[in-house]
Each structure stands twice: as structure tokens, then as C-alpha cells.
């Protein structure tokens, strides 16, 4: 049957149920073992949430209901489906995947962070991307290596 067939509310209604997709790096999709059970966890809860809003009575509001789920379901089923799990570092002589490292800044400033994927990075819980800027300058670097960021110079005093 046509959408012209059926009852909708408006033009509007109709672009609420079609959400595009959430945008998916072109970066690997590195995760540690915690990222992997977190985006898991995120796919479960889309695929509840989906559940319920498909159980909704009303066409209309049920297609509005179900919409961002089934987005996220999509998102957090592609991630876990294409996770590359990358075991915890065995050393800390160099930054790598899943490594904390402590720099100081030029202006005194000391900042840690733990080197993640991209789904599970939370700069203010104290974890970075691997593919954000000062990870890809930092990863492969030593204690008491300097790094330049734009007009500054981090350097690399701890590594865990």
C-alpha cells in the first residue's frame, strides 16, 4: 500500500520515522575488552527499546517511538559486528592501544588518558580515541618523549 494510502499526520510525521543512520568512522574499529561489552550492552538496550515501541498500539506513534531505536540498533549491530578486540598492552616502554599515559604541557598542566576506541572514549572520564589527533602523535612514543600539538609541546612522563 502507498504512504498516500495510509493515515499519517503529516509530511512530517513520515521524516520522523525514517532517521538517517548515525555516522560510522572509516577508522578501524579497535575496542578494548570493556568497549566491546559496552557497545554489547548499547545494542541490547536498542533492541529493547525497539521491542517495546514496536509493541505501540497507534501507527503514527509507534513509527515515532521506534525510529531512534531502530537507528541505534543498526549503529550498535554494526560496531559489535565489525569490533576488532585489542588485548590490554603487555608493556609500558611505548604508548599503545589501551595504554594510560601522562604528559605535561608547557604551561604546567599534567593530563592522563587512556588510549580507547572511538565508541568508548569520554575525554572527560580521561580517555581519548585512538584516532583522535593526540593519540596518533603520542601511540609508538616513550617516557620522556616530546610530542608537539600545534604551538605546544607535550612531554610523555608516565605510561601505564
Do not use: C, W
Not at 574499529?29 to 566491546?36: Q, R
Not at 550492552?41 to 521506534?66: F, G, H, T
Not at 531505536?69 to 560496531?79: A, Q, T
Request: glycine share 6%; hydrophobic share 35%.
Amino acid at each position: 500500500m502507498s504512504v498516500a494510502f495510509t493515515k499519517e499526520d503529516s509530511a512530517e510525521t513520515a521524516s520522523e520515522t525514517m532517521l538517517p543512520d548515525r555516522p560510522i568512522s572509516a577508522e578501524p574499529n579497535l575496542v578494548t575488552s570493556a568497549g566491546l561489552q559496552a557497545l554489547e550492552a548499547q545494542r541490547i538496550e536498542a533492541r529493547e527499546a525497539y521491542d517495546v515501541a514496536s509493541r505501540i498500539e497507534d501507527v503514527n506513534e509507534r513509527r515515532r517511538q521506534s525510529a531512534g531505536p531502530l537507528r541505534d540498533l543498526r549503529y550498535f549491530s554494526e560496531r559489535v559486528r565489525t569490533a576488532q578486540l585489542i588485548p590490554d598492552p603487555t608493556t609500558t616502554d611505548t604508548v599503545a592501544f589501551g595504554s594510560t599515559v601522562t604528559f605535561s604541557r608547557d604551561d604546567g598542566r599534567v593530563q592522563t588518558y587512556r588510549i580507547v576506541g572511538e565508541d568508548e572514549a569520554d575525554p572527560k572520564a580521561g580517555s581519548i580515541s585512538h584516532a583522535s589527533p593526540i593519540a596518533r602523535l603520542l601511540t609508538g612514543k616513550a617516557v620522556g618523549d616530546i610530542v608537539s600539538v600545534g604551538e605546544q609541546d607535550l612531554e610523555i612522563t608516565a605510561i601505564s
